[in-house]
């Protein structure tokens, strides 16, 4: 059900069937990119393959924003740990979801 | 690896993991799901039960499409090899799934021509350069890996490729959540949600659970850090009491899925009107079939199939342990008479299957990962 | 009378996959009725007294499918994987003995080409080839050729190899990158559709362990070439025998970039993977960082590491730790490993 992984589209091969070959850090396969038809990735771009077939084209914006976020985690609380070491109690705690973006719609 | 190392960073990871203790009320017991079989792999290979505190539980869900298909469904397949110039074509997860009369490796051992394949598409490669040969390729996933089976199957249609078909075992991955949901002995606080099967569906289809069974959903990843932010996602939900999806998975799910996907699906597939899942009995429209106008790629209208049910020994509590009811270790025939040598059910087979997992990688560790400092 | 344990009814090929079912065989049904009395752990070479003179000999087997592969062949492997055995019991291999099984309708130039390679090889590792022995079977009954060796040597001076002397706190030490041998057989099926610029590793490990023994000698406790069934296997099997733990830390683990591409497709594990070229050693805590340098020195050594060490608990098990604190047992697999998309 589960086993995806990225890889960056070397070339795309066009013709009868739109085939890409992907390399995985060196490990190379062609992959189908018929469920990629609304949409086609270019060479360069990174796909999520499964079972020898491209599911979707991985964002790298939203994979950096992630991890922006996460790194961020626990700034917001040792920002506010530093406040109330000043003797600020009275402040309450900001909302960590304020971090998060909107969810994709 | 890109995309991959990036979530697997220590820090980030250890510094998530604090976040998660300090999001976990101390007078909460959490029950959160993982619905996806792909998770509960991921749990159990990148050690993430370390690193939680002990009043959150991951329930392990029935997405594992190896574990919820009945034996009998692989002796239907096997029976059809059985005939001559018939090749067995399936991924390697189905390999060492007990038939009755023995898993396809051993029927391969015994002379049958079994032969293990990446992608359907190399099923139907391999169809095209045996001429003389049948090659019946066993399909097996959620919504994940059906739009290939789909897609694979126009493509022998427009190629013509008369030696080729299908035996369908493709089910879907809703009827499931909902079943776990009515099911009287299932209390559960939220859920991870399946991130490859989203890639194809979309986020909305969960929208049910959060509305009407007010349960948070985070659309998961299955890097460590993907997992361990879906954890922080339901946590704040749990907190400010909401319920609502929330897609983890950004960067891969979107919202309203892969509309290609889903084309090639209703091209060539319909929903049974009922399947049978082990552990979780009938559920109807649970499952897809080939339609008529791909009724010569379809194995089970080119092959009479005997369709004999058969049921687990009455010892094996695979259905509770796939719904969660049961933890592995708690079934009495774990580690006793199943065990991944001699699997009695599926669970203990596939790698995804919660008693694999846990035997595995969990049953025999004690109390020591406290006393292992840094190792090198 | 010695009792024979191996209840199954047939062999199956996960006998032969160098796991779980290998072991109970052996275990089970050899040792007892061939074995001579010995509580003896079973190691890779038997070192055998006659007379004040001390004998190393092993044996081992040959089947491979291609024959051929980038890297190397079937003779390669039949030459350094006996050499190997006899390295890692503590022994300089001196001669081997070959028995060839060939298949009816071998064509002579693939004959040819194995027996050049073999020859090349052994010259390459010093070693004599002395005789053999040819038997040809009827096609069909042996993918092209099997073949055995056969081999004898020297017990290398001042090294005692037994599980039995492995202590908790001793470091495990492992010669270069894991799971170039396997995937690249893998690949060269041809049945996944895969390409990698990845070779076999297979090579003769002794000038590396000889580095090794001279440099840390009496701290060597336990030596083994992690082939069929991985370091997974090889340690496992020594958690076993000697009653601790071996626990591992991940981010240690040399693989090369393709090895863990393929392992990520496919579902695979690196540490359950084959290899033909690498070794692993349990040095005495003391002894570790002579070991490691003496490996790092030689040429072929350079990527050698301290993988981890042996513990008390979880006893008989091998654990796999990552820095961020999460952990996971890794247990021997049954037959051999096999891709999932699960």
Known sequence: ?105 | ?376 | MPQVRFREPQIEMAHGAGGKASRRLVEGLFAPLLFSCSSEPLGDAAHLDFSGTRIAITTDSFVVKPLSFPGGSIGELAVNGTVNDLAVSGAKAEALVVTYVLEAGLPTPVLEAEVRAMGKAARDAGVTIAGGDTKVVEHGKADFMYITTTGIGRPLHAVRVDPRSVRSGDKVLLSGPIGDHGITILLARGELDLEADLRSDTRSVLPLVEAMTKAAGPGVRWMRDPTRGGVATSLNELARDCGLAIVLTEEQLPVRGAVRGACELLGLDPLHIANEGQFLAVVAPEYADAALNALNLCPGGEEARVIGQVCEQPAGAVLVTTLYGGSRIVDMLVGDPLPRIC
């Open chain 2, 1 to 376: 690896m890109k995309f991959v190392d990036e979530f697997r960073e220590p820090e980030v990871i250890t510094k998530t993991a604090e976040e998660i203790r300090r999001l976990a009320d101390p007078k909460r017991h959490y029950r959160i799901m993982e619905v996806c079989g792909g998770h509960t792999h991921a749990i159990y290979r990148f050690g993430l039960k370390d690193l939680l505190p002990s009043n959150i539980e991951l329930i392990h869900g029935p997405g594992c499409p190896v574990c919820v298909l009945p034996m009998g469904r692989i002796d239907d397949g096997l029976e059809i090899a059985q005939q001559p110039d018939v090749i067995f074509a399936a991924f390697g997860d189905m390999m060492r799934v007990p038939g009755t009369q023995g898993s396809p490796l051993e029927h391969k051992a015994r002379g049958m021509d079994v032969r293990i394949v990446y992608s359907p598409s190399d099923a139907l490669k391999l169809a095209q350069s045996n001429p003389e040969k049948h090659v019946m390729f066993f399909a097996i996933g959620f919504e994940t890996t059906a739009p290939s089976t789909a897609l694979t199957l126009v493509r022998a249609k427009a190629d013509s490729v008369h030696n080729f078909s299908v035996f369908c075992n493709h089910v879907t991955i809703i009827p499931a959540i909902r079943a776990i949901l009515d099911s009287p002995d299932m209390r559960l606080d939220a859920f991870i949600g399946p991130g490859h099967v989203s890639t194809v569906i979309g986020c909305r289809p969960y929208e049910w659970i959060a509305v009407n069974e007010k349960k948070p959903v985070a659309v998961s990843g299955f890097e460590p850090l993907d997992i361990l932010q879906s954890i922080v996602m339901v946590l704040r939900q749990l907190r400010k009491g909401e319920a609502k999806i929330e897609n983890q998975y950004k960067r891969v799910v979107p919202w309203e899925g892969n509309r290609a996907a889903l084309r090639a699906m209703a091209e060539v597939f319909e929903l049974r009107p009922y399947f049978e899942w082990r552990g979780l009995g009938f559920i109807s429209q649970s499952a897809l079939r080939i339609t008529d106008s791909y009724a010569e790629w379809d194995a089970e209208q080119r092959f009479q199939v005997a369709g004999v049910r058969v049921t687990d020994p009455k010892a094996a509590q695979c259905g509770e342990v796939l719904k969660g009811v049961l933890k592995p270790h708690q079934c009495k025939l774990f580690a006793k008479e199943c065990t991944p040598e001699h699997p009695v059910g599926a669970l203990m087979v596939s790698s995804e299957g919660s008693c694999a997992a846990y035997f595995n990688y969990e049953h025999r560790k004690t109390a020591m990962v406290s006393s292992i400092a840094s190792v090198v």
């Open chain 1, 1 to 105: 059900m589960c086993l995806a992984i990225p890889g960056q589209v070397v070339e795309i091969f066009s013709g009868h069937q739109t085939t890409a070959l992907i390399d995985v850090v060196g490990v190379r396969r062609k992959v189908d990119l018929g469920l990629l038809q609304d949409d086609m990735p270019k060479p360069g771009d990174w796909v999520l393959i499964h079972v020898g077939f491209a599911m979707s084209k991985i964002s790298e914006e939203d994979a950096l924003d992630q991890m922006r976020i996460l790194r961020a985690l626990g700034e917001a609380e040792a920002a506010m740990q530093e406040v109330q070491g000043y003797g600020m109690d009275d402040v309450t705690t900001p909302n960590q979801h304020e971090i998060e973006p909107a969810d994709k719609a």
